[in-house]
């Protein structure tokens, strides 16, 4: 099958690696999306998710239509949702705030969601993927000196599966990928889907 080159509508390094790795051939194009304006519907990660990632993708089209044409195009968010705290939690906003995060999952278990968008042409794809995440009981120690070390400040969640955070994980039910920012299988079976 030949592979044709997709836009990955992100900046983030680990969903760049998980294409890599998964021989998906893509470049990077980013434009400034405001996700601040996309309201969280209650109870509902998912939709929220994917509403996040759909902005992401408008962006990138308004800004860059011309020079996008038919190329496929490829946008994530994610972020980490526990019913008992009500609102999802995405990037830290300081370390203050990156311990908070990790002191409300310690000990607990609670779910990474990745919403999806790939327009292709008049085609689109939207979805979002959840995964389930045990953290082991941390200490105040444990979390001063992971924010300390600065990998939690730019992941959803306050925390780096894949990186500094992975001696927190106990448990993990659904894809790691999902975990880390893009749920590469379902990614690749849409791809297909869609004759890409």
Same mark, same amino acid.
């Given at each position: 099958m030949h592979k044709t080159e997709i836009i990955l =509508? /992100?900046?983030s390094p680990r969903r760049h690696e998980i294409l890599t790795l998964?021989?998906?051939p893509h470049r990077v194009l980013t434009a400034p999306a405001d996700e601040g304006t996309v309201p969280f519907p209650a109870g509902d990660p998912g939709e929220y998710v994917i509403e996040l990632a759909r902005l992401k993708?408008?962006?990138l089209f308004a800004a860059y239509r011309a020079q996008i044409g038919d190329t496929p195009v *490829?946008? #994530?968010?994610? @972020?980490v949702w526990s019913p008992a705290m009500k609102q999802p939690l995405g990037k830290p906003r300081d370390a203050?705030? +990156?311990?908070?995060? *990790? /002191? =409300?999952?310690s000990g607990k278990t609670h779910e990474v969601w990745t919403g999806v968008v790939i327009r292709a042409g008049e085609q689109e794809s +939207?979805? #979002?993927v959840s995964t389930e995440v045990r953290f082991r009981d941390l200490t105040a120690e444990e979390i001063d000196e992971y924010v300390n070390s600065g990998d939690p400040l730019d992941k959803a969640g306050a925390y780096g599966y894949q990186s500094g955070?992975? @001696?927190f994980v106990e448990e993990i039910r659904g894809d790691y990928y999902n975990v880390v920012g *893009?749920? @590469?299988?379902? @990614? +690749?079976?849409?791809l297909m889907r869609l004759g890409i």
């Open positions: =509508a /992100s900046a998964a021989h998906i993708n408008d962006a *490829l946008s #994530a968010d994610t @972020v203050d705030d +990156a311990r908070q995060m *990790l /002191s =409300a999952l +939207a979805f #979002a955070a992975c @001696v *893009l749920p @590469v299988c379902r @990614v +690749a079976e849409e």
